[in-house]
């Protein structure tokens, strides 16, 4: 079965960076697009970031310059770098295959001083 594990959360204070990291099994991974999503209390979840199987990437208006997705095919993982943190940034992330109803657990992420 599809199974998506996300790890990398914690406590920043403002500016810092954090890496997440998703571990997938359970299929093809090189075959499906990949997405990182975000939920703050109290609002929606969002769409952060983006990479299809070959590597092209968008991004939310939100962390355009500051975040990078990336993916590790022979590792079946993906991965994303969050640098110059703000507190708006403070969500719980998480890892979601394009296609279909698969989403990892979630990690939290808080950014304070």
């Known amino acids: 079965q599809v199974q998506l594990v996300e790890s990398g959360g914690g406590l920043v204070q403002p500016g810092g960076s954090l890496r997440l990291s998703c571990a997938a099994s359970?299929?093809?991974?090189?075959?499906?697009?990949m997405s990182w999503y975000r939920q703050a209390p109290g609002k929606e979840r969002e769409l952060v970031a983006d990479?299809?199987?070959?590597?092209?990437?968008s991004y939310a208006d939100s962390v355009k310059g500051r975040f990078t997705i990336s993916r590790d095919n022979a590792k079946n993982a993906v991965y994303l770098q969050m640098n110059s943190l703000k507190p708006d940034d403070t969500a719980v992330y998480y890892c979601?295959?394009?296609?279909?109803?698969?989403w990892g657990q979630g990690t939290q992420v808080t950014v304070s001083s």
């Open positions: 359970g299929f093809t991974f090189s075959t499906y697009a």
């Open positions: 990479i299809s199987g070959g590597g092209r990437t």
């Open positions: 979601k295959r394009r296609s279909g109803p698969y």
